[in-house]
């Protein structure tokens, strides 16, 4: 073949590339997970192991999404959920993470669950700037981190501000009480902790006892009746929910009559009625927690419409072992409300730079799923979507109701 042909033949092959990768749609094959019909989203919960009772996030994050992507999808696209188990441990989480954004190629990671698994996430994803949205943890390096992790954002109310709430409540209604905590020994129970202390300032020094446990303890018996040896007439439970619902058995067990502070993350209704059922009301009547989410199974909410909504969603699309009645699952449903607003407001040409943008500049007053009067709204230098909450004590027919207005932490 002369050079001349040569060329020409050069020249048409290059004209048809280039007139291939142009008729291929954006974000069909340049952005990971997403093409013209969907969008690929990974992550992570415990359905096995220790802390299985969150499985139920998961699943309603599913349902919702299953609601969305019968009325359309975002943009035209539909969301695809790859949820995977991890039993609550931290190496398991980043190997199938690994696996989700290396093989799979998600186009983000979606609300994987634990301090612990997603604090080996958090570097891991930052290192190849894939999205970590909506980390379904509390722990305040989630937002406080983002200048370092900017592709990292957590959602539900941090620990620092729940902590510091109790605190407070504390300072004014029983100043001189004398306290014990029981706290899981990791980033999780010790950023309670600690946020808890600088509140009291000054009266940390009524801390008599502090009593920790490991998240593989089979129960937490011998370091809940610690602070009871020491005096304690106040206990502050931080833990998740077995060793929770154990904590309040063994308390009322004992007959021993302290107030009770208890972590949010461990006061679903579900949770409340098993610590009943296995000590009777004596273990949970008192107890004092916080909330940011609508509580479905009180009959408050009976006629608001995302309760309503809630239990459409759930009719239709079932999932296996959900509580209705358990606020875990409104959580799944409320975080998912946010992941597709951020896709939304991502807009048609989705990327992940686009995404994060998204999510960092979050204005959100219309959550069918959170308490009346909580805002899910950030901005580039505050990445703690959630800053509101409201105090609540359990009664003695089996509900939480309100013992404050609306707090929020806000500046």
């Given at each position: 073949m002369s050079k001349r042909n040569t060329w020409f033949v050069t020249a048409i092959i290059t004209v048809i590339a280039l007139t291939l990768n142009f008729a291929t749609p954006i974000g069909a094959q340049s952005v990971p997970g997403v093409t013209p019909t969907q969008i690929l989203l990974g992550g992570t919960h415990p359905y096995s192991g220790p802390a299985a009772g969150y499985a139920t996030i998961g699943k309603c994050a599913l349902a919702y999404f299953s609601y969305v992507n019968d009325q359309g999808g975002v943009n035209g696209r539909k969301i695809v959920y790859e949820d995977k188990d991890d039993g609550y441990n931290p190496p398991q989480a980043l190997q199938l993470v690994r696996q989700q954004v290396e093989q799979d190629h998600v186009f983000a990671i979606f609300d994987s669950l634990g301090t612990g698994p997603n604090m080996v996430l958090r570097p891991y994803l930052n290192d190849n700037k894939v999205p970590q949205l909506y980390v379904a943890t509390g722990a305040t390096q989630f937002g406080a981190d983002y200048a370092k992790y900017p592709w990292t954002i957590g959602w539900q109310a941090n620990y620092h501000d729940e902590a510091a709430i109790f605190g407070k409540y504390l300072l004014k209604n029983a100043p001189n009480a004398k306290i014990g905590v029981l706290y899981q020994n990791d980033d999780f129970g010790q950023d309670l902790l600690g946020s808890l202390k600088s509140t009291l300032g000054a009266k940390a020094g009524q801390i008599v006892k502090e009593a920790s446990y490991e998240v593989t303890d089979p129960d937490v018996t011998s370091p809940i009746a610690s602070p009871k040896a020491s005096g304690a007439d106040t206990v502050f439970i931080f833990a998740t929910p077995k060793a929770a619902i154990q904590a309040m058995v063994t308390i009322a067990k004992m007959g021993w009559k302290p107030q009770v502070y208890l972590t949010s993350v461990s006061a679903s209704q579900a949770f409340m009625h098993a610590a009943t059922g296995a000590g009777t009301s004596a273990a949970t009547e008192g107890v004092i927690s916080a909330n940011y989410l609508k509580d479905a199974s009180?009959?408050?909410?009976?006629?608001?419409?995302?309760?309503?909504?809630?239990?459409?969603?759930?009719?239709?699309?079932?999932?296996?072992?959900?509580?209705?009645?358990?606020?875990?699952?409104?959580?799944?449903?409320?975080?998912?409300?946010?992941?597709?607003?951020?896709?939304?407001?991502?807009?048609?040409?989705?990327?992940?730079?686009?995404?994060?943008?998204?999510?960092?500049?979050?204005?959100?007053?219309?959550?069918?799923?959170?308490?009346?009067?909580?805002?899910?709204?950030?901005?580039?230098?505050?990445?703690?979507?959630?800053?509101?909450?409201?105090?609540?004590?359990?009664?003695?027919?089996?509900?939480?109701k309100p013992i404050s207005a609306l707090i929020t932490n806000r500046y």
């Open positions: 009180d009959p408050t909410f009976a006629n608001d419409k995302g309760i309503m909504l809630y239990n459409s969603i759930l009719a239709k699309y079932p999932q296996a072992g959900v509580n209705p009645i358990d606020a875990n699952c409104v959580y799944g449903m409320g975080v998912a409300f946010t992941m597709v607003d951020t896709l939304k407001m991502a807009g048609k040409s989705l990327t992940r730079d686009g995404v994060m943008h998204a999510a960092n500049n979050l204005n959100e007053l219309d959550n069918p799923f959170v308490y009346p009067g909580v805002k899910v709204t950030t901005t580039p230098t505050d990445r703690f979507p959630i800053r509101e909450e409201v105090l609540i004590k359990y009664t003695a027919t089996g509900a939480w």
